[in-house]
Structure formats: structure tokens, C-alpha cells
Nanobody
Framework: EVQLVESGGGLVHTGGSLRLSCAAS????????IAWFRQAPGKEREGVSCIGISDDSTFYANSVKGRFTISSDNAKNTVNLQMNGLKPEDTAVYYCAATVMHRLCARDYAMDIWGKGTLVTVSS
């Protein structure tokens, strides 16, 4: 079965850290770019970060640059998103997604596979 499963969400205070994980199965992991999106209540879904599995090329949205770090563990077919210096505006449901179109990895319409999401809440 083709799937992406997110984990690691939760409640954290401003300035805290969380590490999200995305476990992939059922498709050729190395051929894809894995992306993280987020959607806050009442807002559009936003591309946060992505990583090309074959070459480790990365992208970060300006809103998270310097605070979030994306990495892949190819042996475990897993992508992690380390989130430091969290702010209340980072509160959202975070989704993992996969695409073969790396150059469009921040565009939700380019995604082929989606996870169900994990909630991150940052309290002030």
C-alpha cells in the first residue's frame, strides 16, 4: 500500500522544539522528493520544506529558514523535520507529501501522495 505516515506532532511552548517524522512505504522512495506542508485554521496550505531523496537538495520557506531542518534517512524510508525556535504562528496541521517534480515541491498541486497530517500547537 502506498502511504505516508506522519508522527511527532504535539503541544509546545514558544521557543521550544519538535521533530516530525514521515514514514514512506509502497513506492520507490529514492525517486521522489518529500515535502512538508502546513495548514493553519482559516489559512491556505503552505509549502514549508522539501528534500530530494536522490541528491539531498533542500528547500525552505522564508518563514522557517534558519529554524527548521529537513533530513532523510534512506535506510528507513523516513524524512524528518526538526523544528526549533517555534512560534505561535507555526501552529498548524503538518502534512507530509511526495512528488517526482522536485522543482515544484512547494506546490501542493504537484504532490502525488499525501499523509493524513499531524497537529503542531505552539502556545504563547
Amino acid at each position: 500500500e502506498v502511504q505516508l505516515v506522519e508522527s511527532g506532532g504535539g503541544l509546545v511552548h514558544t521557543g521550544g522544539s519538535l521533530r516530525l517524522s514521515c514514514a514512506a512505504s509502497g513506492f520507490p522512495f529514492d525517486d521522489y522528493t518529500i515535502a512538508w506542508f502546513r495548514q493553519a485554521p482559516g489559512k491556505e496550505r503552505e509549502g514549508v520544506s522539501c528534500i530530494g531523496i536522490s541528491d539531498d537538495s533542500t528547500f525552505y520557506a522564508n518563514s522557517v529558514k534558519g529554524r527548521f531542518t529537513i533530513s532523510s534517512d534512506n535506510a528507513k524510508n523516513t524524512v524528518n523535520l526538526q523544528m526549533n525556535g517555534l512560534k505561535p504562528e507555526d501552529t498548524a496541521v503538518y502534512y507530509c507529501a511526495a512528488t517526482v517534480m522536485h522543482r515544484l515541491c512547494a506546490r501542493d498541486y504537484a504532490m502525488d501522495i499525501w499523509g493524513k497530517g499531524t497537529l503542531v500547537t505552539v502556545s504563547s
